[in-house]
Structure formats: C-alpha cells, structure tokens
C-alpha cells in the first residue's frame, strides 16, 4: 500500500526557518514554505531535524522523526485522520520530519480550553471526565478533567495503537473548524508498553463502533514493510499486536499499576 497524499508544498518547497518552539523538549522550528515565484507563502510546517533530538536512555537515538512518520501513516490508514500530514525530508539543518502546522483555535487554551482543564471538583459535570486529583498552590483540592468528546476519544484509541508515551494536554487541540488534532509522536511505537495520557476518562469502558471500525480498516490497510522502514521488526510486529488486541478486547484500558500512567508534565 502507498503512503497517502500529502501536499506537495510539504514535500518538495523550500523551506525558510521563522523561529523555534521554545517549549518543545526537541529542536522543533516553524517553517514557510517558498512560493513556485521565490516568494514566501501562506502555507506553514513544524521541522524537528534528527540533529536537534535529544538523547533518550528508552528511545534509539535519533529515531524520534521516523516516529512522527509512523504515527500519521497510523492515522491516516485507519481513518482516523487526526494526525497532520507529516513526512521525512531534508531541511536547513539536514533530515528531520516536517508535518503541516495546524493553527489551534483560539478558544483552545489549555486552562480554560474545550478539551483538556483543571477545574474545581464541583465544576466536573456531565460532559467532563475525571483524570486525576490534584492540588492548588493553597491546597485547594482541583481536578484535572477531559472532554467527554468522541473525536477525543478517537485519539485516545489511537494513542494506545501507538503506545503514545507522551499524550500531553498540550498536544491536543482544535482548530478553526473545530476538528481535533494530535500533536509531538516522537515517543511513540516502542516494543514496551510506555502509554502515559491525560485521556484516561474511558478507561474500562466499550470502545464505540466507529472505533472498532477504525482498527479493523487498519488491521486491513497497515503496510507492515513501510512501516519497517521506520521503526523495529520488534517494534512493527508490537503495534500490530496492540492493534489486534484493543480490537478484541473491546474496551478502553485501564492505566498500568506497575508503573506512572501520566505525561509530565500534564501540559
């Protein structure tokens, strides 16, 4: 099976730096992409060049771009569609991945935003789930709840294909139209099991039809030879397995007792 259709602004334009995401725990730069008239244009790109990764003692170095890859091939051939089009090519700085800058909504801000919040435990109510209690700088006892969304859902289904290591709420969002967004795969498709998400709303509940479906079209779609060119043999033939067993099982899991189920941080 080919890759699917990405534009090809993101494949073959120049690309010029606008500036770094100083939050990012990676080298990750904003790019343009030149216009076919030198100019520089409206479309925009997250570059992580190999270069810029940090070295991890979990992760093989220099492996976390062919991961972001892995994710939006996932994504896509499952039909889930809420990874940006992200592909491998070379940059300023050398090889690295370049995916589609998404531009979040702005009433997505993660405090007080529609998906993800810390919110006061009277305040979680119907259309809120509960993820993990915490406290205030007084001692105030506070929540940290998601939306009870089903294209939140969505992507919490697909973090456990992934073995998403690192589903911070900062990794989430919305854009103008109000579709739900995934960001930052770089620690995702090892052979252990690492998942850590603020999306633990579900856990213990029946994954919806639309989700079933999606695991089957990707249990039918998956392209085991592309993705070796990514990650492992071990590493492919795990996700498949997780695909398959999610399938079976039926339901969201629950989070690991043996070990730490949240990102940090959270945002």
Same mark, same amino acid.
């Given at each position: 099976?080919?890759?699917?259709?990405?534009?090809?602004?993101?494949?073959?334009?120049?690309?010029?730096?606008?500036?770094?995401? +100083?939050?990012?725990?990676?080298?990750?730069?904003?790019?343009?992409?030149?216009?076919?008239?030198?100019?520089?244009?409206?479309?925009?790109?997250?570059?992580?060049?190999?270069?810029?990764?940090?070295?991890?003692?979990?992760?093989?170095?220099?492996?976390?771009?062919?991961?972001?890859?892995?994710?939006?091939?996932? =994504?896509?051939?499952?039909?889930?569609?809420? /990874?940006?089009?992200? &592909?491998?090519?070379?940059?300023?700085?050398?090889?690295?991945?370049?995916?589609?800058?998404?531009?979040?909504?702005?009433?997505?801000?993660?405090?007080?935003?529609?998906?993800?919040? &810390?919110?006061?435990?009277?305040?979680?109510? =119907?259309?809120?789930?509960?993820?993990?209690?915490?406290?205030?700088?007084?001692?105030?006892?506070?929540?940290?709840?998601?939306?009870?969304?089903?294209?939140?859902?969505?992507?919490?289904?697909?973090? /456990?294909?992934?073995?998403?290591?690192?589903?911070?709420?900062?990794? &989430?969002?919305?854009?103008?139209?109000?579709?739900?967004?995934?960001?930052?795969?770089?620690?995702?498709?090892?052979?252990?099991?690492?998942?850590? +998400?603020?999306?633990?709303?579900?856990?213990?509940?029946?994954?919806?039809?639309?989700?079933? %479906?999606?695991?089957?079209?990707?249990?039918?779609?998956?392209?085991?030879?592309?993705?070796?060119?990514?990650?492992?043999?071990?590493?492919? =033939?795990?996700?498949?397995?997780? %695909?398959?067993?999610?399938?079976?099982?039926?339901?969201?899991?629950?989070?690991?007792?043996?070990?730490?189920?949240?990102?940090?941080?959270?945002?």
């Amino acid at each position: 099976m080919t890759d699917p259709p990405v534009p090809v602004w993101l494949a073959q334009a120049p690309m010029h730096v606008e500036g770094a995401l +100083t939050e990012a725990s990676n080298l990750t730069l904003r790019v343009q992409f030149e216009e076919a008239d030198g100019s520089l244009g409206a479309h925009r790109g997250v570059y992580k060049p190999v270069r810029g990764e940090r070295p991890l003692r979990d992760f093989p170095s220099g492996t976390l771009a062919q991961r972001e890859v892995t994710a939006y091939l996932v =994504s896509a051939w499952g039909g889930w569609d809420n /990874v940006p089009p992200t &592909i491998l090519r070379d940059g300023p700085l050398g090889p690295g991945s370049v995916q589609v800058w998404v531009e979040a909504s702005e009433h997505d801000d993660p405090h007080t935003g529609d998906l993800v919040r &810390i919110m006061e435990p009277q305040d979680v109510h =119907s259309g809120w789930l509960p993820v993990v209690q915490a406290e205030g700088r007084a001692g105030e006892p506070l929540v940290v709840a998601h939306a009870d969304d089903p294209d939140l859902a969505a992507l919490a289904v697909l973090d /456990v294909v992934l073995n998403n290591a690192d589903r911070k709420a900062a990794h &989430i969002a919305r854009d103008e139209n109000r579709a739900v967004w995934g960001f930052d795969h770089g620690l995702c498709g090892h052979q252990t099991p690492k998942l850590r +998400t603020v999306l633990w709303g579900w856990a213990g509940e029946p994954l919806p039809a639309r989700e079933t %479906a999606r695991l089957r079209l990707l249990l039918e779609r998956l392209d085991v030879a592309r993705l070796s060119d990514l990650l492992s043999d071990l590493e492919v =033939s795990t996700l498949l397995a997780r %695909a398959e067993a999610l399938l079976e099982d039926g339901v969201f899991p629950l989070p690991p007792y043996e070990r730490y189920p949240l990102p940090w941080p959270l945002w």
